[in-house]
C-alpha cells in the first residue's frame, strides 16, 4: 500500500514542479525588449570563437575584414558574447552589416527556441569598437 502511494506523491511533485518552471520557460520568449551585448561576427567564426583561423586562412587583418571575407563565402552575421561563449542569430542581417567585427549593444526580443534576436536597434560600444584605428 505505501508504493503507490509514494509513487503518487512522487508524480504530483513532480508535476508541480513542472508547472512552477513553465512561467520562467516561457519569459525567455517574452515580448519584452531586451539588451545583449557581444560582437557582430560570421557564424563560422562564432562557432570557434575566435577570427584567429579564418584571418590566418583569408589573409585579413581585423575582425572587420574577416567578419565581411566569411560573409562574402556564405556565413551569416550573428552576435556572440565572448563572456559566456552565446552565439544568437540576429534576424536583420542589413542592421547589422555596418557593424561587422565590432563589439555592439543589441536590444530586441530573444526567442530561445530559435536562438534569434528580433533586432529592434544596434548600437556600438564605443569603448570596444574594432573599425577605429585609435580604439576609441
Known sequence: MKRPILGLAAALS??????????????????????????IMDSACAQMGSHKQMEAKEGTKNAKECTEACVKNGSTLVLYNPSNKMTYQLSDQDKAKMY????????????ASSKTITVESISRSHAMTHSSPSGR
Open 14 to 39: 513532480l508535476a508541480f514542479t513542472i508547472a512552477q518552471a513553465a512561467p520562467r520557460i516561457q519569459n525567455d520568449q517574452t515580448t519584452s525588449p531586451r539588451t545583449f551585448r557581444g560582437e
Open 100 to 111: 561587422a567585427g565590432d563589439r555592439v549593444t543589441v536590444k530586441g526580443t530573444y526567442d
